[in-house]
Antibody
Framework: QVHLVQSASEVKQTGASVKVSCKAS????????ISWVRQAPRQGLQWMGW????????HYAQNVQGRINLTTDISTSTAYMELRGLRSDDTAVYYC????????????WGQGTLVTVSS | QSVLTQPPSVSGAPGQRVSISCTGS?????????VHWYQHVPGAAPKVLIY???NRPSGVPDRFSGSKSDTSASLAITGLQPEDEADYYC???????????FGGGTKVTVL
């Protein structure tokens, strides 16, 4: 069965960067893309971006464009989300999720990674 | 503020029917992009209830149903049960933003 296992929680200082990993198993990694979604405390779900594992094509949400970088490593079936210039409002649970294309439904999600940004 | 608008909360007694609206525009739902619905319980990953407007994944009770018309979509829950208390989100794609978007979320309370 499909599993997406994310890296552990992180605490970062304002202005720093964070890189969250997402290891996939149970399917052919390069036949789907990976979306990233976050939820800040007491806020709703926010789509951050999507990457095609097959060709590296990326789509980013406007509010993180310029600070986010999505990458994948096919050899280890792992996707990465790097967010730079962290601010306090980046404190959130970050989810990776399997998605064929950006508009696709998400059937499989990672367990979530809490990133806390403190000054 | 999301481009997909949902009511912040809805409530109903056990056994009742509730409906959650998701209002978009001509650049997302009205442009023909599919709408998906998720149930999110705090501490767990979201779970898909409806995909591609009206389809229900295996294992999702038929108490949950979805519809779409023009620039809006709806999720209906019939025979409301205590375990349905959660947050619900719609998702679609927006061509102006070139991005997937979620609604702001609706908290369902079972009275």
């Amino acid at each position: 069965q499909v599993h997406l296992v994310q890296s552990a929680s992180e605490v970062k200082q304002t202005g720093a960067s964070v890189k969250v990993s997402c290891k996939a198993s149970g399917y052919n990694f390069d036949t789907y893309g990976i979306s990233w979604v976050r939820q800040a405390p007491r806020q709703g779900l926010q789509w951050m971006g999507w990457i095609s594992v097959h060709n590296g094509n990326r789509h980013y949400a406007q509010n993180v464009q310029g600070r986010i970088n999505l990458t994948t490593d096919i050899s280890t079936s792992t996707a990465y989300m790097e967010l730079r210039g962290l601010r306090s409002d980046d404190t959130a649970v970050y989810y990776c999720a399997r998605a064929k294309v950006p508009s696709s439904v998400i059937h499989y999600w990672g367990q979530g990674t809490l990133v806390t940004v403190s000054s | 503020q999301s481009v997909l608008t949902q009511p912040p909360s809805v409530s109903g007694a056990p056994g009742q029917r509730v409906s959650i609206s998701c209002t978009g525009s001509s650049s997302n739902i009205g442009a023909g992009y599919n709408v998906h619905w998720y149930q999110h319980v705090p501490g767990a990953a979201p779970k898909v209830l409806i995909y591609d407007n009206t389809n229900r994944p295996s294992g999702v009770p038929d108490r949950f149903s979805g519809s779409k018309s023009d620039t809006s979509a709806s999720l209906a829950i019939t025979g409301l049960q205590p375990e349905d208390e959660a947050d619900y989100y719609c998702q679609s794609y927006d061509s102006t933003l070139s991005a997937s978007v979620f609604g702001g979320g609706t908290k369902v309370t079972v009275l």
